[in-house]
């Protein structure tokens, strides 16, 4: 194991806890641990914000952001510029896919640009413009012809998806070492694989077994193993035990050989 790769896990708590680091980078970090622990899920999540998210993928919540939809075009007498529509006026096929949030699948560093692009971004959908050639086509031509339809986002969201990011790299490092991955150590692929399920997917946390605690010394609890249990409380009276204990017994005892010898023609004592 090499100096680089005792400090990984350091490196990119570092590397996410400094706002002015570059991101991309952490996360490049983060991929090359997910390869020394044999983490498919860690390097995959990783890959996936440094690339951008494809169709298929399932994308992760704080990567669809709120949005509005809004429209340019002309009409006889006027430029129409950021006229927001309703959901009403997009056509009932589409109104879900185009109302339901502005799905950000773009990689981290192109996500990073956009943020930096001003106060409000415009984004648009791959099929937007297909949208709008239809809707065209349903307009009567007094009501003048749409020319491009876009999202808008607030700069805050798509930097809170950014930050988003971040804190996940802190929790999943804050995860690791919550099962005793040393700040110098490369964590085991169960340990990996388990940090990224209950940090980016939700998972609820397992309780962790040690079986050598009492031989390593490692356990927090303690264990007197030379102590016999306790014995559950008598239901003895007090006056029965001790001295009188033997004395009720020995009568008892008599009694029922008595009764016994009565029964089988034995002689008395």
Known sequence: MTRADRGLLAQIENGALDSSSSLADTLRKCVALGGLAGSEELRDWARRELEGYRVEDELPYYRTLPGTVKIDGVTFNAVITGQQLSSYEIPEF???????????TQGIAELELIERSGSEVKLQHPHMQNLVAYMNSQRAERDGTITTMYWVVGRASVLGAIDAVRTNLVALVAEMRAMSVGTG???????AERAVQVVIYGAKRSPITVNSALATGSSSASVDAGAAPSAPASRIPGWVRGPWGFTVGLATMIGAYAGIAAGMGWPPF
């Open 94 to 104: 589409a109104r879900e896919e185009i109302t339901a949030g502005v799905k950000m």
């Open 185 to 191: 150590a490369i964590p085991t692929t169960e340990i």
